[in-house]
């Protein structure tokens, strides 16, 4: 299993302004990856974050509104820029299980409100 | 969208019944998965049930798969309080057996009430 945090746990933002998101794991994982759960939703798929490449983005999303750094094995960081209350969502990271590489084990999330 | 859909998308019960949701989806599989969400925060892994299976359980958990459906159930048995939570079915893609590209269902709140 993975132990996984993330700061801030939550935050109220100004539309216009960026906040950065980071995870925590407390071992060593190739890939990391970024959800998004708006309200009520279910959790939708941001990027995937390599450890030495660049992040790999999924339709709708692009590097400019949600820049991913991955410095390391252990650590990944997730900026939402030039913020709008369309914005306000729950952002998650996980990692894949290292044994089966099926399943995925999550950080207690980010809740956004951007005013 | 590939997103599977999940019914229904609220279940009320009391405690000591039994809850089932149902998750459909769209594609190929390799495996498909349950996950817990308790009031927002992360998901927890609760079972996985591989395409060339029909049924599976973990202890109060039982997951069935129908791939010519493309459908399963979670039962879970004599609920308690603390299983409230929204549950979401993810399925794991064929062709893979990474995780790169699980597809999440829109998920199931259920409130156990005592």
């Known amino acids: 299993s993975a132990v996984i945090s993330q700061k801030p746990s939550r935050d109220i933002c100004q539309r216009g302004t960026s906040l950065t998101i980071q995870c925590q794991v407390d071992?060593?994982?190739?890939?990391m990856f970024w959800y998004r759960q708006q309200p009520g939703q279910s959790l939708t798929l941001i990027a995937t974050?390599?450890?030495?490449?660049?992040?790999?983005?999924e339709s709708g999303f692009v590097i400019d509104k949600f820049p991913i750094s991955r410095p390391n094995l252990t650590f990944s960081t997730l900026t939402v820029s030039n913020m709008s209350p369309e914005d306000s969502s729950i952002y998650l990271c996980?990692?894949?299980?290292?044994?089966?590489?099926?399943?995925?084990?999550f950080g207690p999330g980010t809740r956004l409100l951007v005013l | 969208s590939q997103q599977g859909e999940e019914d229904p998308q609220a279940l009320s019960i009391q405690e000591g019944e039994n809850a089932t949701m149902n998750c459909s989806y769209k594609t190929s599989i390799n495996n498909l998965q349950w996950y817990r969400q308790n009031s927002g925060r992360g998901l927890v892994h609760l079972i996985l049930i591989r395409s060339n299976e029909r049924e599976k359980h973990s202890g109060r958990l039982r997951v069935t798969l129908d791939t010519s459906k493309k459908s399963s159930s979670l039962l879970i048995t004599a609920s308690r309080a603390a299983d409230t939570a929204s549950y979401f079915c993810?399925?794991?893609?064929?062709?893979?057996?990474?995780?790169?590209?699980?597809?999440f269902g829109t998920g199931t709140r259920l409130q156990v009430f005592p």
């Open positions: 974050a390599n450890q030495g490449s660049e992040a790999t983005y």
């Open positions: 993810a399925t794991g893609p064929w062709g893979g057996y990474n995780t790169d590209k699980l597809i």
């Open positions: 996980s990692v894949e299980d290292k044994g089966t590489r099926e399943t995925q084990y």
């Open positions: 071992s060593q994982v190739t890939m």
